[in-house]
């Protein structure tokens, strides 16, 4: 995961867009390991958006997740792994201010053993995929 620049540490604003890695399977399916992400930093998040945010107990660790709902004192976010864990069923609510960014695009990185003319088609179309607010995943994983 990308760490914010020093400058922005001293009150300077970042980038409003950067890139991040995806570790881990707390995202499976939506997201694998390896998957980049256009995140854009700031801004609203609404219930079922893809967050990145600093982890509520290791701030200089980032964490992407699901912001499932907000809740007095921020917001409960949830895997869509729910076998992963490393989420508000561990930690509890995350501090809206640890809330860096909505996640907007995943880029799926080309993998090396994709030869076949039909691996690499299959790889074109699924290869960048916009990370649309899930709805429908927000009130599910609510239920839990």
């Given at each position: 995961?990308p760490e914010?620049?020093?400058?922005?540490?001293?009150?300077?604003?970042?980038?409003?867009?950067?890139?991040?890695?995806?570790?881990g399977?707390?995202?499976?399916?939506?997201?694998q390991?390896?998957d980049?992400?256009?995140?854009?930093y700031?801004?609203a998040?609404?219930?079922?958006?893809?967050v990145?945010?600093?982890?509520?107990?290791?701030?200089?660790?980032?964490?992407v997740?699901?912001?499932?709902?907000?809740?007095?004192?921020?917001w409960?976010?949830?895997?869509?792994?729910p076998?992963?864990?490393?989420?508000?069923?561990?930690?509890?609510?995350?501090?809206?201010e640890?809330?860096?960014?909505?996640?907007?695009?995943?880029?799926?990185p080309?993998?090396a053993?994709?030869?076949?003319?039909?691996?690499?088609?299959?790889?074109?179309?699924s290869?960048?995929?916009?990370?649309?607010?899930d709805?429908?995943?927000?009130r599910?994983?609510?239920a839990?």
């Amino acid at each position: 995961m990308p760490e914010l620049s020093q400058e922005s540490e001293r009150g300077r604003p970042p980038a409003p867009f950067g890139l991040a890695e995806v570790t881990g399977p707390s995202m499976v399916p939506t997201l694998q390991h390896g998957d980049r992400l256009l995140v854009r930093y700031g801004g609203a998040v609404r219930p079922g958006d893809i967050v990145v945010l600093r982890h509520p107990f290791q701030q200089d660790l980032l964490v992407v997740k699901r912001a499932a709902e907000r809740r007095e004192g921020g917001w409960w976010v949830l895997g869509d792994n729910p076998y992963a864990g490393g989420d508000s069923t561990d930690y509890g609510v995350v501090p809206e201010e640890l809330v860096l960014g909505r996640a907007w695009l995943r880029m799926r990185p080309f993998r090396a053993g994709q030869r076949s003319p039909l691996a690499v088609l299959g790889w074109a179309v699924s290869a960048v995929r916009p990370l649309l607010g899930d709805r429908s995943a927000s009130r599910r994983l609510r239920a839990r």
